[in-house]
């Protein structure tokens, strides 16, 4: 049996015989078994590094004394971690990095006597207490020399680095006089995130971190995410906000900011406030990475501004009230609006539970079908989906991604909508054992890393992928057995593509014939692929049939239904998929099951005791459009989104002025509750229970973070059931959110084997943290992680569906879809003749920017390029070089400066700006809640002025 064959080895460590796997380390085997060896520079989430010494064993038989984090495991191997060799080592490694790190508190004689925020008034200068550090009593560094005690007295002076804290940029500090030079930071901003914002460097014959360019990570591409922070292992990086307070409590829980659906532990204080966000190293779905909106987005849950109690409108003003009149004129006003004249739009934050109660008030207690998500403006991207698949659905797991050979990105800004997706992609692009094709108008941060990045004009997205498929098809670069055993349609696929034209395509798209051949070639000669799409640059209502192109595409080639392949359509709300699972949407009832289906309707009918209407009812835009028109005359929309003020649903202040009656759940004022006639105190997720389903199908257990209410909010689940109360409904009595997830299984096969205390129960043991053993923060609190289970699961022994479609369709076999040819919208608005297309990246090196530092926030100042074609200057007496702003119907968009690029399209104005400038902005904002505000980057009508 060879090594890579065995299960385990025997190893011998400190006297205790132990198993462990043959792929690991010595200092991984000896962790997770309890036995502790010293360490820094080591992190369980990143290769092994070997820098800081404090690992060092001995092994019998071997000479010197390596370093664990270093050292495979073998057989029969016998390992003293406590000797006098490598005691000795780590005693002068301990005294170098005290001699340039604040330690008074460390060596002092009363340390077993001060508490931990005691103040010292006579042994320790101000600059070497631990009192003082942002970090204290999380520090790693304190935890190893209290496992590894220092002498009081050391051979070598303590020399005080004296370098400026750096405060001034987004959302952490940067104080590298508490600095061990481990590297973590360096190593993970590389290795994990693939940035390389952090660097090594050189400063008075000292090596330092640093950032790689400029003095700011505002200059070196820094993301924001926060990794470096969670890694270091003393208070050299730390969060701006809440830097020194203390955690008194921590609660595993789930990001609701963006769908990937991130695990982390969030810390609170002895106020009842949430502190920090800690990315869970053993999530399945982030794996202790988190981006800048989960990381730092929580701040709003104690917004001093948040909604404290009930409001109604009296005499034309909101005042304050009680719970009882507040749900009292709710039910009276709403009640004279039962039907199609009422809509309800739910909001992406809101947990699995709150979605399946909205769609069930909607249609039991307002008779109506007019349900949808305020984020739910591009239903066709899950529609085509369902077309050819059977599902409304993705089919990939976010890390098996990495393992794909060919990754294709269809017009999505990945890195900042879905950024910890991005992350496997990145790396395999890096590693070199991916390709990764990008269609997409803009530049973003993943066409940096593109094989082939080919720029489609706006809304031809469908041509294009149309081409590559006929290409596909047409020179065998399909998988025959495939269709035979699992696909139908394909001769009427084949036929539909005989009238496109390549040349026509390339006409069409701005894109080669031969580049589109590339694409086809790359895709499909990979063995495993991938399509990750958001379509946001497609336009004219062609995102369905673009979607059944891609799905079509995945079929034909065979990459659907096994790992690291399939499909992955990128929404942008947390819980959209949990959305539709649970019917929140104006066509669909719980499961995905159709209104418009006699059956689907009657099961539900017949499971509720009620009659549901029949006709399907209008999604969110729609909703908006005939709330304009009058058609709809009464509302509850349940929290807020960036789409009420983009424009995305149309003029929704027009919308919500012409409602007669309008009753909001939110935390904060808003636009909408500046027309509400009744407001209720929303809760946020700190405060909530329940579930929440990602864009993998994962369902995931939210929990509550504080112990408290804020003020007298509830959860919607709570006031959806209260609200039907006190409507007369009978149909809404649960006891808490369990129950209602207890309902869901009932009533939804694929959600048949889920409840919450499952997802609780079977959560995995990891590390067991040890009070004398230190661990980095991001295992310091955890033993647990939730796996979540990914539907469809069919009873409560069933693990769930990592591959969906592995073994049959939603339909039985793929229903490939024929494809028609549509020709691309003609851009007829004259006052805003230009499309603009904003892209963003993290770093631009060839172009020179200065960082503004006068203001309460690091900035960046530069010049932009606007680019735009040669012709398009010529026509319209524009010259390169000339100042000039872009303007759209909401006005000033962007300003810069005019440069000619033959690689712009006629008609198309092109502009790449800096993350950095968003960070900034969101991080200065004054919004309550900035991160839920973000405008995205579409395709905007614009004119040039000078």
Partial sequence: MTTTEQKSVKIVVNGHEINADPSQMVLQAANDAGIYIPYLCYHPGMDPYGACRMCVVEVEGSPGTPASCTLPVREGMVINTLGESPEGV????????????????????????????????????????????????????????????????????????????????????????????????????????????????????????????????????????GLCIDVCPVGALTETNHKWDLPQSYEQSVCTDCPVGCQLTYEVNKYDKVIRAV???????????????????????????????????????????????????????????????????????????????????????????????????????????????????????????????????????????????????????????????????????????????????????????????????????????????????????????????????????????????????????????????????????????????????????????????????????????????????????????????????????????????????????????????????????????????????????????NLEFLVVSNSFLSLATTNAHVVFPAATFAEKTGTMTNLERRVQPLRKVTSKEFGQSKTDLEILTLLSQAMGSQSFVYEDSNAVTKEISQIIPEYSGITYERLIDESVETLKPDNENPLPTQVLYSNRVSMGIQWPTHSSDDSGTPNLYSTDFGKGKAQLVPIEWRTRPQHADKEFPFIFLHGRVLSQGSKKLTIDKNGPVNKILRDEEILMNPEDLKKNKLKSGKSVSLISSKGSVLKGILVASEAIQPGLISATTLFGTLASSVDDSKDPDPMNHIPRLEATSVRVES
Wanted: charged letters at 25%; aromatic letters at 8%; hydrophobic letters at 35%.
């Fill in 279 to 657: 990315g869970e190293l053993n999530s399945p779905t982030n794996k202790g990475n988190l981006c800048f909106k989960g990381k730092f987005g929580f701040e709003y849950t104690n917004h001093r501004d948040r909604i404290k109690s009930p409001m109604v409108r009296k005499n034309g003003l909101l005042v304050e009230t009680s719970w009882e009149e507040a749900l009292s004129v709710a039910s009276e006003g709403l009640g004279q609006y039962r039907g199609e004249e009422f809509a309800l739009v739910a909001s992406p934050r809101n947990t699995n539970e709150e979605f399946y109660l909205a769609q069930k008030f909607s249609r039991i207690v307002m008779n109506s079908n007019n349900i949808d998500s305020a984020s739910y403006d591009r239903p066709g991207i899950m529609e085509g989906a369902y077309d050819v698949f059977g599902y409304y659905a993705g089919s990939a797991n976010i890390w098996d991604v990495g393992n794909s050979g060919c990754v294709m990105v269809v017009s999505a800004n990945i890195t900042e909508e879905q950024n910890v997706l991005a992350v496997p992609i990145k790396k395999a692009v890096k590693r070199g054992s991916q390709k990764l094709i990008v269609l997409d108008s803009r530049e973003t941060e993943l066409t940096r890393y593109a094989d082939i990045w080919a720029r489609p004009y706006p809304g031809t997205d469908l041509a294009l992928l149309a081409g590559i498929l006929k290409v596909t098809i047409e020179e065998g670069l399909v998988d025959y057995e495939f269709i035979k055993d699992r696909c139908e349609g394909f001769d009427d696929l084949v036929s539909s593509l005989s009238t496109f034209d390549i040349n026509a395509v390339e006409k069409e798209t701005g894109v080669s014939a031969s580049e589109v051949r590339k694409i086809a070639y790359l895709y499909s000669q990979s063995e495993t692929s991938v399509i990750a799409y958001a379509l946001d640059n497609t336009i004219g209502g062609t995102r369905r049939i673009t979607t059944r192109v891609i799905a079509d595409l995945a079929a034909v080639t065979g990459n659907i239904g096994k790992p690291s392949t399939g499909i992955i359509p990128l929404r942008h709300g947390a819980n959209d998929q949990g959305q539709l699972d649970m019917g929140a949407e104006a066509r669909l009832l719980p499961g995905q099951r159709h209104v418009a289906v006699d059956s689907d309707r009657e099961n539900l009918e017949k499971f509720w005791d009620v009659s549901l209407p029949t006709k399907p009812g209008l999604r969110v835009r729609e909703s908006f459009s005939a709330a304009r028109n009058g058609t709809i005359k009464a509302m509850v929309i349940l929290g807020d989104h960036v789409h009420y003020e983009d424009g995305t649903l149309g003029d929704v202040e027009e919308s919500f002025n």
């Fill in 90 to 225: 780590r005693n002068t490694t301990l005294d170098l990095l005290l001699s340039e790190h604040p330690h008074g508190c460390l060596t002092c004689h009363r340390i077993d006597l001060c508490g931990p925020q005691d103040i010292c008034l006579r042994h320790v200068d101000v600059l070497d207490r631990c009192v003082t550090c942002p970090k204290n009593e999380r520090c790693e560094l304190k935890d190893t020399t209290r496992f590894h005690p220092q002498p009081m007295v050391s051979p070598l002076e303590f020399q005080y680095r004296n370098l400026q804290v750096e405060t001034k940029d987004p959302f952490y500090d940067r104080d590298y006089n508490l600095c061990i030079v481990c590297a973590r930071c360096v190593r993970a901003c590389d290795e994990i995130r693939g940035d390389g914002a952090l660097a090594l460097i050189e400063r008075a014959g000292q090596v330092l971190v640093g950032t790689s360019m400029g003095d700011s990570l505002l200059e070196s591409g820094c993301e924001m995410c």
